[in-house]
């Protein structure tokens, strides 16, 4: 069971948010493993992958909310843009490098 429940947690954000109704990832892990709970409880499972945002290649996993705020908001910008036509199904990939001024 114990292995069983490390697979699980290997596939849950791992944020704790507590958004499930749990106290933890590993707690809904273990509901999971005794067919108490199923992925679709953890929020940020449910919410898809509708904005994927990277840290030096490592996935940060969002919410629904921070997914909508974070699309929307881009979108925003890019049309006040000229010369940029967005249609249904572009794809829109933003990076940039963090320099030491923007962290302080």
């Known amino acids: 069971?114990?292995?069983?429940?490390?697979?699980?947690?290997?596939?849950?954000?791992?944020?704790n948010c507590k958004q499930c109704g749990y106290n933890s990832c590993e707690e809904l892990a273990g509901r999971i493993a005794k067919g108490l709970a199923k992925f679709e409880d953890c929020?940020?499972?449910?919410?898809?992958?509708k904005v994927i945002l990277k840290i030096d290649d490592k996935e940060v996993p969002l919410g629904k909310f921070v997914q909508n705020f974070m699309k929307n908001v881009t979108l925003g910008m890019i049309s006040s843009l000229k010369e940029v036509e967005l249609k249904p199904g572009s794809t829109i990939e933003l990076r940039f490098k963090v320099g030491e001024d923007d962290l302080r």
């Open 1 to 15: 069971m114990e292995d069983e429940i490390l697979e699980i947690l290997k596939k849950l954000p791992g944020l």
């Open 43 to 49: 929020v940020v499972i449910k919410a898809g992958k």
